[in-house]
């Protein structure tokens, strides 16, 4: 005999649904409407550390966050409910960020300015990733990531030259300089040189002699290639991948029907049985 659902067990399904089912539309809607509310009170909270904005809508402000946190207190409770087994989402990652979440505005209550510690609910902007967690997305960043992987020795071994490019220019800028331009010692002339190297160029110390400023003038025109040497190797790498990626999807495309989702070893189509053309 079929086993009759109380509403209550009916509600908790419905409500599993909703919050964590990302894959559905009133879950993915749940999920956008939540992230809206996160960053709007992330907004507020800065809003309020602004003097004049803050003096005259203070009360708002104030009201405005206390609905977000009630709003977040009873889907915190919700996830809670809804699930067999509360503590494993209690003690998750996520869970102890939606608490840290709520907390702030109930402390408030007992001690004063608490209440902006609130800003920690961008922690929880951290959920944006399951959203996305969509076949288009994870298959761009799985190609993405094992593009960085590839080129990881590259970019070793040009991080490598550069630390010790910095070393050499700073210890020579030390030399050159002294200590009546600012270059107090070779790890604050690094410093200068690392910032100079990046385009940073802060202005806190700067060369006065001739020859410093020559090596200066060369160091800013290292900059500007050591900035694209990085996102080249990079790019290079995705797009021989996405080139090997593109043979492979011809290998195993059949010109017939238009199917492209054959194993690496399949000689025949297996909707239409036409051959494949592995030349193509």
């Not at 005999?1 to 879950?27: C, L, P």
């Not at 809607?29 to 602004?50: A, H, K, P, R, W």
């Not at 009201?63 to 503590?87: D, G």
Request: net charge positive; glycine share 8%; proline share 2%.
């Amino acid at each position: 005999m079929k086993e009759v659902k109380s509403k209550f067990d009916v509600f908790r399904q419905k409500a599993h649904i909703i919050i964590y089912g990302t894959n559905t539309v009133a879950g993915r809607l749940f999920d956008l409407i939540l992230l809206g509310l996160i960053f709007l009170s992330v907004v507020l909270v800065m809003l309020e550390t602004v003097k004049g904005f803050d003096t005259k809508y203070h009360n708002q402000l104030i009201l405005l966050e206390w609905i977000i946190t009630i709003f977040f207190s009873i889907e915190y409770i919700l996830r809670i409910i809804c699930i067999n087994k509360p503590w494993r989402y209690i003690l998750s990652f996520y869970g102890i960020i939606d608490l840290i979440a709520i907390l702030p505005m109930y402390l408030s209550l007992f001690f004063v300015d608490t209440h902006l510690l609130v800003i920690v609910r961008a922690l929880r902007l951290l959920r944006l990733f399951k959203i996305l967690n969509h076949p288009h997305f994870s298959g761009q960043s799985q190609h993405l990531r094992k593009s960085l992987i590839a080129s990881r020795g590259k970019i070793v071994a040009f991080m490598y030259f550069v630390l010790i490019s910095c070393i050499l220019i700073g210890s020579l800028m030390y030399v050159v300089e002294g200590k009546e331009a600012g270059f107090t010692s070779i790890p604050t002339s690094i410093y200068w040189c690392i910032v100079t190297l990046t385009t940073v160029g802060y202005g806190d110390i700067s060369p006065i002699t001739p020859l410093g400023q020559f090596i200066a003038s060369i160091v800013m025109i290292m900059g500007y290639g050591i900035i694209a040497v990085p996102t080249g190797i990079v790019t290079a790498e995705i797009a021989r991948s996405e080139y090997k990626r593109g043979r492979d999807s011809k290998r195993h495309h059949c010109m017939n029907c238009g199917k492209d989702d054959h194993g690496e070893d399949s000689k025949f189509c297996y909707n239409c049985g036409e051959e494949l053309d592995e030349n193509s």
